[in-house]
Nanobody, 123 residues
Framework: QVQLVESGGGLVQSGGSLRLSCAASGRTFSTYNMGWFRQAPGKEREFVAYISWSGRSTYYADFVKGRFTISRDNAKNTVYLRMSGLQPEDTARYYC????????????????WGQGTQVTVSS
């Protein structure tokens, strides 16, 4: 069992940057593969980024490649999402999720979720 708490969201101007954090409870965090998803109003939750338990493997949605970076610090039980070059279309609630089984791109495959943090990008 793991509990996830996201932070770091906020209002930012177009072209700006934010770093989201996802703090996890539990001693098994370092064994979990982790993902970030986002959901805009009226839209389905979509995959943003993934990082393996060791941090050696990362995958990104095409729309964030080169702009977002996922990382983790297992000593701090935290996974991060560094976002730069933010655009209004990046406005959404961002969620971290843990322990996928099956496709890492499918939100239904993740066992644990945080409550999310809101990111709003103004033009």
């Amino acid at each position: 069992q793991v509990q996830l708490v996201e932070s770091g969201g906020g209002l930012v101007q177009s072209g700006g940057s934010l770093r989201l954090s996802c703090a996890a409870s539990g001693r098994t965090f370092s064994t979990y593969n982790m993902g970030w998803f986002r959901q805009a109003p009226g839209k389905e939750r979509e995959f943003v980024a993934y990082i393996s338990w060791s941090g050696r493997s990362t995958y990104y949605a095409d729309f964030v490649k080169g702009r977002f970076t996922i990382s983790r610090d297992n000593a701090k039980n935290t996974v991060y999402l560094r976002m730069s070059g933010l655009q209004p279309e990046d406005t959404a609630r961002y969620y971290c999720a843990a322990n996928p089984s099956g496709s890492i791109y499918n939100s239904k495959n993740y066992a644990y979720w945080g409550q999310g943090t809101q990111v709003t990008v103004s033009s």
